[in-house]
């Protein structure tokens, strides 16, 4: 796999040979796959997350001699999305705890629901669940997945897209995200917060930082300042897709000074909040 540019062709060829996330489909046969989708389709027996992925991905990639159906793909995601997601809010118990676990466990459907519309040009909606599923930290995503998904969102480049009108923290020179000020600069994180922030009514940030890459848009555009703050403040340029697939190019003003005795307490972007499966919840305290 060396030197292959990766593409929606080189990628569906991968997955006719190796099909899955990682490990979890090798040795997989026909035969088992054929046992499977009767229990699924036929007996409407109850199946695994992981069963489940083995019923979609031949109907994307036509594995097992099945026919490629993205539109029966993309229903069946769906109503697994939708049956589980109904199943757990209903609980009495739902809390948040609860809430981080579903995100957990739809983790791989958001993955698939990525790979469906990557194969049906909507690279939008592809670049939304793409990132959903990976900010879990739950999946085990091989090298030429994790490169295809890189493929993805570098298509969003190629769109026409529009700069948000955002107000309030983060998205006005006078009122950054960040740090509340002081003496000392921490250059690094702003790639840290800003990956990690979700939108309160479900928007993405599409940004990533991963162990060896950054996946998506997230870049340093320059440094400026403001009357009212005292540091110099850095302009970042990210996208963000909210949960009806519109997607805008935002910039973003940061504060990267801090006091060497504070709790390194941030700021948040108007509208967004941590999320806990991140990390920068952990190394940094959110304040209103």
């Known amino acids: 796999m060396f030197g292959i540019k990766m593409n929606k062709e080189e990628f569906a060829n991968m997955q006719r040979m190796f099909p899955g996330f990682s490990t979890e489909m090798f040795g997989f046969s026909k035969e088992e796959y054929e046992e499977l989708k009767l229990r699924g389709d036929v007996r409407r027996e109850p199946i695994t ?10 109907l994307i990639f036509g594995n097992f001699g099945c026919k490629i159906d993205l539109d029966k793909a993309e229903r069946e995601v769906w109503e697994w999305i939708n049956g589980v997601t109904d199943y757990v809010k209903n609980d009495p118990k739902y809390d948040i705890i609860a809430e981080l676990n579903l995100k957990k466990y739809l983790a791989k459907a958001h993955i698939l629901l990525g790979t469906i519309y990557a194969y049906k040009d909507e690279y939008v909606k592809s670049a939304y669940h793409f990132m959903t599923g990976i900010k879990t930290h739950s999946v085990n995503l091989n090298m030429p997945y994790s490169d295809f998904i890189k493929y993805v969102l570098d298509q969003l480049d190629n ?8 107000s309030g923290c983060g998205f006005e020179l006078d009122k950054p995200m960040g740090f509340m000020g002081g003496d000392f600069l921490d250059a690094r994180s702003a790639m840290e917060i800003i990956p990690d922030m979700e939108g309160k009514n479900g928007e993405v940030i599409v940004a990533f930082r991963g162990r060896t890459k950054m996946f998506g848009l997230l870049n340093r555009i320059g440094s400026t300042s403001s009357e009212k703050v005292s540091n110099i403040l850095d302009m970042y340029q990210t996208y963000i897709i909210d949960k009806d697939y519109n997607i805008k190019r935002a910039t973003i003003y940061f504060n990267g000074y801090f006091n060497r005795n504070s709790e390194r307490e941030v700021r948040l972007a108007n509208g967004f909040k941590f999320n806990h499966l991140g990390r920068a919840w952990v190394l940094y305290k959110e304040v209103e």
């Open 49 to 58: 997350k992981d069963e489940v992925c083995k019923l979609t991905f031949p």
């Open 159 to 166: 769109l026409q897209i529009e700069d948000a009108k955002l």
